[in-house]
């Protein structure tokens, strides 16, 4: 075993796990958006309740909560600021387009998947780094 595959082998699992979380998370908001659309313009109570406002509310919450802490931990580990950048871009895409019209012309349902691409290209930076960043041992 060489000194590069040591240093990554000593890695703790749970250093990107969050991350890996995050980006499937992010991947199940996409789906969940493109098809609350889709039932929207086919039938209107079926869409009605997935576009419901609360799953929104909640969803952003968790997105926040799970960027706040895997986005965090891996800045202290790593000190590279472009991944938490990229992240909180897209945390505040999604947040605004909550702002945004919840109707048929899609508005809200584009913006909030280019901020949950944004929040999960961050996520998938964020990892990259930890993973590459230098393992430190305290005696």
Not at 65 to 80: E, K, M, P, W
């Amino acid at each position: 075993m060489n000194a590069a595959t040591s240093t990554l082998s000593a890695r703790p699992r749970h250093a990107t796990g969050l991350d890996r979380w995050a980006i499937g998370l992010s991947g199940l908001c996409v789906v969940h958006c493109v098809t609350s659309s889709v039932l929207i313009a086919l039938m209107s109570t079926a869409g009605g309740l997935l576009a419901a406002p609360i799953i929104h509310e909640v969803g952003l919450v968790v997105a926040i909560l799970l960027g706040v802490v895997a986005l965090g931990r891996g800045f202290i580990r790593h000190r590279r600021v472009v991944p938490v950048l990229v992240g909180v871009a897209g945390l505040g895409t999604m947040g605004w387009a909550m702002t945004l019209p919840h109707d048929a012309s899609g508005g809200e349902a584009l913006w909030t998947i280019v901020g949950v691409v944004l929040l999960a290209m961050g996520h998938l930076l964020n990892e990259r780094a930890a993973r590459l960043a230098p393992v430190t041992t305290t005696p």
